[in-house]
């Protein structure tokens, strides 16, 4: 596969398209960071990557293997692009900023 693309699904329903040279789990986290910057998610916000498998489940990417594993399934769905949903990680600090206050 020469490149690999991907639709990039944002929290607040915005989806971007990109292509990868090599199915690499950093590199996309890199582009997926600078592509925050500018949805609603924000470019500090931490997040989680996930893809649907061909049984409906909801698979979560964190490193090169799972990746390549979501590549495989694409491959074998005929489908053009994988798609990935960002999912913000709430940890308390967001849930916070989320209600409006702040801890001193």
């Known amino acids: 596969m020469g490149s690999y693309r991907l639709k990039i699904r944002f929290p607040d329903g ?3 398209r990109i ?4 199915p690499v789990f950093t590199e996309l986290s890199a582009r997926i960071v ?3 910057a ?4 924000g470019r500090d916000s931490p997040f989680k990557l996930s893809y649907v498998d061909a049984e409906g489940d909801a698979i979560v990417i964190s490193t090169d293997v799972e990746l390549r594993e979501a ?5 074998a769905s005929n489908k053009d692009a994988l798609v990935v949903v ?3 990680v709430q940890n308390h600090a967001t849930q ?3 209600r ?3 801890f001193c």
Request: charged share 25%.
């Open 96 to 98: 916070e900023r989320q």
């Open 86 to 88: 960002v999912a913000e």
């Open 34 to 36: 600078d592509l925050a």
């Open 14 to 16: 915005e989806v971007r």
């Open 71 to 75: 590549f495989t399934s694409l491959e």
């Open 38 to 41: 500018t949805s609603s998610l």
């Open 100 to 102: 409006g206050s702040s």
């Open 19 to 22: 292509a990868l040279s090599s």
